[in-house]
């Protein structure tokens, strides 16, 4: 309940009568009846209340009308037999107050039928021109029920109420047009022509079952129509909902439905009466049951923290008319905010700005006792304005303020905060709007960071199949980006990858594996690894995807995949790619048009063992951004993957390439997140300096070292590098050349390749043996010495596989 202060409790008793004077002097209105039983909540500190009234039959007393929580908690009946032993019919028969607390209740649960728990009940006869009129029933929570300025209260709506004839329509007479009548035992439904027009039927279509009614609305709202239609599951108390009906064309209508249900007697069976209406014809008079409604059923899709905290800032600030509204997560001692309205900082208290954490603050909540005392009772709490409280309050709302707390469960899942800058007035419906929002949002916001807590899970396994982070590249710029789907929490199979090649050749790959599930990860993290590995060989793009795939038909899996590979040739600018069943490059030339190659490619993965995948040519100027991606990005229900990837293209020729992250950024800004999104963005600038290079195939003759070493010779004379630098030059060549003749068959090449004063000097044979450093070395050994002597006099040396054999590579530095 919402807690009220000292002097309002001095005055409950005179503002009760005038609240109930305003409504009694009205214009006379279907709702007077719930609109006088909802000052028992205000003023009386009541958790529900209700009015019930002799029936038809005369022999039971029915529920008329009713408000507050649901009257299933605490053992309620719709109907009461007059003579029976009830506390209702107790207070009908003696036409005097009963009051009765949780002892009295616990002592005659068992005599006779009578609610027992932990709260205490009133029933007060209310006046009535005929049979002794009816009566009214409250039930309050609180520790000490009802007292005397809640019983005067009670007493006043109990001769306001006064005695409501539960109105039925005439069997067999003719509606109004627009209301209906239902049976809930049968499903027939009477309705006006009204009704009828707004379903878009005719008198002759329709066959008088509400089945069919409801097999014209949006199947996202049948929830909420059921729990009225079924009388088993229908709430008391505010019996009014929006609803959307489907439209022969254009977008549904929104309709609002206002009903009552009759309680049946002997031998009848219990209605639902009521109206419906154009929705949009009504948008001014909008009311709280229908925002609540409105924000139940957007937080049942809301899927993540920051979309429960929309949900509720959109709900709440604009009816209220607050300056500014806050919604938090409670996590330990602090508060999380994750929604601040307005978002600028200056808006908030000075405290708040002090620990402002890049978009949002993070506040300690041991800094405000009164917010945390709000959420160690769990209750909702008001504070007018002038009401003394610490600054970190106080400046959010100097007009007064509102703090909710969200319960879930057993716990708090955190807290709203709303503002108001100018001294605001908290009228009754706007403290049941708040009470009401603030459970619905507890409950969202345990369920949307469990949903977070298990996607970041989930896209935490995926990225560490990804690579962790891109290389440094000799001429070009890379940067990829990775998104999770947000429409469950399966791990997917996109990946992508940029490899590091021999002569400034550099590999970049993209793909995708069938499925989400935990098959498709681990089929897509074998899948990087054989590319990379067969990339790394150095084979030619056709070759690197044929072994991928007989790799993959081996696996004896039923998943395929599909994948782009492309091999830029970082020095020459130009590139080979290879499509395997997926989506093409698509570039942006430096002068910003863009390009969508329309070229031949293979099947994907995994479907034709001996298949073949041509190689197509691209021509890189620097300045050219390569875009490679999957169809998560450009695919959706609206779209076809040829208008994706026309506008994938359009979004990367408006954009700036020489902020290659910002571009990825913006173009996963419209992904539909209904599938994995992966990007790999290049921007080749072209090397400003070229490496020197110069092969020797080394022939098997006697003199072959000695060959060798003239070669290097005179290409390292060529190439200007300096005499002290030679001799060790030389003896890496004749050591690594010697290894390679005495240990290996087969042909043997030297590369010796120079750029920027460091040279690198290769050796390649057919043996796919990787020499080995020894530990120790005797004084009769004749041999094992060379690689201890190419590791002393090189920075550093390793081997690399190559096709049909290895490679043992050193590196040194030369002087300037």
């Not at 009816?319 to 601040?340: C, H, S, Y």
């Not at 004749?734 to 043997?748: I, M, Y």
């Amino acid at each position: 309940m919402v807690s009220q202060g000292a002097e309002g409790r001095r005055t409950r008793t005179l503002r009760a009568e005038g609240a109930l004077k305003a409504l009694m002097s009205g214009p006379a209105s279907p709702d007077r009846v719930r609109r006088v039983l909802e000052q028992a909540l205000v003023f009386a500190g009541a958790a529900f209340v209700a009015v019930y009234t002799p029936g038809e039959d005369g022999e039971l007393l029915c529920l008329v009308e009713s408000a507050g929580v649901p009257r299933t908690l605490f053992g309620v009946r719709d109907t009461y037999p007059r003579s029976g032993g009830s506390p209702v019919a107790d207070g009908h028969r003696s036409g005097s107050p009963v009051w009765l607390g949780p002892t009295e209740l616990a002592e005659g649960a068992q005599s006779r039928r009578t609610p027992a728990g932990d709260f205490s009940l009133a029933v007060l006869p209310t006046r009535g021109d005929d049979d002794g009129g009816g009566c009214l029933l409250a039930v309050s929570e609180r520790p000490d029920g009802f007292d005397t300025e809640d019983r005067k209260c009670l007493e006043l709506i109990a001769d306001a109420v006064g005695c409501p004839a539960p109105a039925r329509a005439a069997e067999g007479g003719e509606l109004p047009a627009n209301a209906f009548g239902l049976a809930m035992d049968t499903g027939r439904v009477e309705i006006g022509d009204d009704i009828l027009e707004l379903f878009s039927l005719t008198r002759e279509e329709f066959d008088g079952k509400v089945e069919t009614l409801l097999g014209l609305t949006v199947p996202e709202d049948l929830p909420s129509l059921m729990s009225v239609v079924e009388a088993d599951h229908m709430s008391i108390g505010d019996r009014e909902l929006e609803f959307r009906v489907l439209q022969p064309s254009g977008p549904p209508k929104w309709l609002r439905l206002r009903g009552r249900l009759l309680p049946g007697g002997e031998g009848r069976p219990a209605r639902l009466e009521g109206t419906v209406a154009d929705a949009s014809k009504l948008r001014s008079d909008v009311t709280d049951v229908a925002r609540v409604q409105r924000l139940a059923a957007t937080l049942a899709t809301a899927g993540t923290v920051r979309d429960v905290s929309q949900a509720v800032v959109s709900a709440l600030r604009k009816p209220l008319q607050a300056d500014r509204i806050a919604l938090a997560e409670l996590e330990g001692d602090r508060l999380v905010v994750t929604v601040l309205d307005p978002p600028e900082p200056e808006s908030w208290p000075e405290l708040w700005r002090l620990e402002w954490r890049s978009e949002w603050p993070d506040a300690p909540v041991r800094a405000m006792p009164t917010l945390a005392a709000a959420l160690r009772e769990g209750r909702a709490h008001i504070w007018p304005a002038g009401t003394p409280l610490e600054p970190a309050l106080a400046e959010v709302g100097p007009g007064g303020l509102a703090v909710l707390p969200l319960p879930a469960g057993n716990r708090m899942a955190g807290a709203c905060l709303i503002g108001w800058d100018t001294p605001h007035d908290f009228g009754p419906d706007e403290r049941a709007l708040l009470t009401a929002s603030a459970g619905l949002a507890g409950q969202a916001l345990m369920r949307a960071h469990a949903f977070d807590a298990e996607h970041e899970l989930v896209g935490m396994l995926q990225r560490q199949l990804l690579p962790r982070r891109l290389p440094k590249l000799p001429g070009a710029v890379a940067v990829a980006r990775y998104l999770p789907t947000t429409a469950g929490l399966e791990v997917g199979g996109d990946w992508y990858d940029v490899i590091p090649l021999p002569d400034n050749h550099v590999a970049l790959v993209i793909g995708d594996v069938q499925g989400h599930n935990a098959s498709a990860a681990t089929l897509m993290g074998q899948m990087r690894t054989a590319l990379r590995a067969y990339a790394v060989e150095g084979h030619p793009p056709d070759v690197v995807v044929s072994h991928a795939n007989r790799l993959l038909m081996d696996l004896e899996t039923d998943l395929f995949a599909t994948c782009c590979y492309v091999d830029v040739d970082m020095e020459e600018g130009s590139a080979w790619y290879v499509r395997a069943g997926h989506l093409p490059p698509v570039l942006r030339h430096p002068d910003g048009s863009t390009e969508v190659p329309d070229t031949e490619g293979g099947p994907p993965l995994g479907v034709v063992a001996q298949a073949d995948f041509p190689m197509s040519v691209l021509r890189l100027q620097p300045g050219t951004v390569v875009a490679l991606t999957t169809d998560g990005l450009v695919e959706s229900h609206e779209a076809d993957i040829d208008v994706g990837l026309d506008r994938l293209a359009r979004e990367l020729a408006a954009s700036d390439p020489a902020h290659l992250g910002l571009v990825a950024d913006a173009l996963l800004g419209n992904a539909q997140r209904s599938d994995d999104v992966a990007l790999l963005l290049l921007r080749y600038d072209g090397m400003t300096l070229r490496p020197l290079r110069e092969s020797w195939t080394v022939w098997r003759v006697p003199e072959a070292v000695g060959h060798t070493r003239r070669f290097t010779r005179r290409t390292l004379r060529a190439w200007g590098v300096p005499r002290d630098d030679m001799d060790a030059v030389l003896l890496i060549v004749s050591e690594l050349v010697t290894n390679a003749l005495v240990h290996t068959d087969g042909q043997v090449r030297l590369d010796l390749t120079l750029l920027d004063n460091r040279l690198r000097v290769s050796v390649a044979d057919s043996s796919a043996r990787t020499p080995v450093k020894p530990t120790s070395i005797g004084w009769e050994a004749t041999g094992g010495r060379g690689i201890l002597l190419v590791e002393a006099m090189s920075e550093t040396w390793g081997t690399v596989p190559v096709s049909g054999g290895k490679q043992v590579w050193a590196e040194l530095a030369l002087s300037p």
